[in-house]
């Protein structure tokens, strides 16, 4: 990406993630421009943006450490997949120059949202050289986690955004799970079924694979990595696809 320039004058993607709002460690996985489906730079009301992705750890209680990324089901019609819990925040670098249309001047100011978030990465200011935001990936900071609502056809769909990011203050991150961006992994099978109404004396190989599902599924929500409604949202349709193949 390359540096991008710094000014020291002030100025006044299928189903999302949902999980309970709180403050969560966060790894910075990438920075990409925001652009339109031809990779042209697409402008906002006030410029241009990068798109900080985040991927979203569940604490340890005591020292706030992260443990393992979050889980969620990105696709109801598949309920026995989980997905790791990565979440874009965008934020300005560019603002369009208002005396000079065509012309953007940089976002990058000392009392600024993205400064505030390059320092919670760990950068410190400085209007004498530019800064390089792919430089922090991989860096750790605290996500206050909130809710907002989106409409998909005549559905308002509930999901988790970013609504802050702060300085990660918890010990030295050793040895936690790489979240993996964009690969939604089967659930494993090396769980007890659960009961779903019927013995399970003679049940097929499908349907035995989805009450594995339902069990890790269960044991993902004990550990908290998985909401009480993302667990529920995925019961029901496993259930109501077992109950299906037990017709058969």
Known sequence: MGKLPVSDKTSNFGVKPHIKKAYYPAQLLSVEPFRDKDKNL????????????????????????PIEPMKYIPDLEKPDVVADVIIAKFVYHEYKDRNNPGKYQTAITPNSAITKLLKALGWVFS?????????????????????????????????????????????????????????????????????????????SPEIKEKLDSIARLEQLNKDKLLTDDGLKQAKEQLETQIEELRKK
């Open 42 to 65: 697409k402008e906002g009301k006030y410029g241009h943006q990068l798109i900080f992705e985040f991927a979203i750890y569940k604490p340890n209680p005591e020292s706030g450490a």
């Open 127 to 203: 209007a004498e050289d530019g800064v390089d935001p792919e430089e922090f990936v991989g860096r750790w900071v605290e996500a206050n986690i909130d809710d907002y609502e989106y409409t998909s056809g005549d559905e308002t769909i509930k999901a988790s955004t970013i609504k802050d990011i702060n300085n990660y203050e918890g010990p030295e991150v050793k040895d936690v799970p790489e979240a993996k961006k964009r690969e939604p992994a089967k659930v494993e099978k090396q769980v007890k079924h659960a009961a779903v109404g019927k013995s399970e004396k003679a049940e």
